[in-house]
T-cell receptor, first 113, second 118 residues
Framework: SQQGEEDPQALSIQEGENATMNCSYK?????LQWYRQNSGRGLVHLIL?????REKHSGRLRVTLDTSKKSSSLLITASRAADTASYFC?????????????FGSGTRLSIRP | SAVISQKPSRDICQRGTSLTIQCQVD?????MFWYRQQPGQSLTLIAT?????????ESGFVIDKFPISRPNLTFSTLTVSNMSPEDSSIYLC???????????????FGPGTRLTVL
């Protein structure tokens, strides 16, 4: 089964508002990554946060990680129409000796003009 | 980061046939991965392809159905054999890019191949 579960499954907000997506996972991790996928195309790597980090920023993106709760959040501030996409978290579990990451179920974000 | 291309970008195939998908990277990488994304779903790892060794398949995926080649450090192919409509998916390759400077299993993805099986 997938390591990560994301909520909400779908989110629709007005342009300019902030969007928050959450990711929960089940086992200890080395790091967690967030990806964006536009309309069934390839994945764009957004940000990686290590297990010893609590917060990371990249432009309008803010990622938090709470390893005690096994959860992460992705905040997109001042949303734009171009942010409409599916967003996935992916975890690198500590139990895996191979270089494998496991994807969450994804959140479909729609930005209304 | 590495630039990854895939061919074809999309295809429509008849059941019972096979399709080979190519993944090309503009730099040498050790680890390459193949994923499947069924309609409306998340990504599932099919196999890990390392140069000079047999691919390592995940549970539920077998070499006879998804043979993989990795002839060098910049190229890999995935074949979807004896296709059925259930194989209709997006197939994506990814790499760990040492040039990114990250040692944390940071993966970068190709644009994907959208396969429809009739």
């Amino acid at each position: 089964s997938q390591q990560g579960e994301e909520d909400p499954q779908a989110l629709s907000i007005q342009e300019g508002e902030n969007a928050t997506m959450n990711c929960s996972y089940k086992t200890s991790i080395n790091n967690l990554q967030w990806y964006r996928q536009n309309s069934g195309r390839g994945l764009v790597h957004l940000i990686l946060i290590r297990s010893n980090e609590r917060e990371k920023h990249s432009g309008r993106l803010r990622v938090t990680l709470d390893t005690s709760k096994k959860s992460s959040s992705l905040l997109i501030t001042a949303s734009r129409a171009a942010d409409t996409a599916s967003y996935f978290c992916a975890t690198d579990p500590t139990y895996s000796s191979a270089s494998k990451i496991i994807f969450g179920s994804g959140t479909r974000l729609s930005i209304r003009p | 980061s590495a630039v990854i291309s895939q061919k074809p970008s999309r295809d429509i195939c008849q059941r019972g046939t096979s399709l080979t998908i190519q993944c090309q990277v503009d730099s040498q990488v050790t680890m390459m991965f193949w994923y499947r994304q069924q309609p409306g779903q998340s990504l599932t790892l099919i196999a890990t392809a390392n140069q000079g060794s047999e691919a390592t398949y995940e549970s539920g995926f077998v070499i006879d159905k998804f043979p993989i080649s990795r002839p060098n450090l910049t190229f890999s192919t995935l074949t979807v054999s004896n296709m059925s409509p259930e194989d209709s998916s997006i197939y994506l390759c990814s790499v760990e890019d040492p040039a990114s400077g990250s040692s944390y299993n940071e993966q970068f993805f190709g644009p994907g191949t959208r396969l429809t099986v009739l």
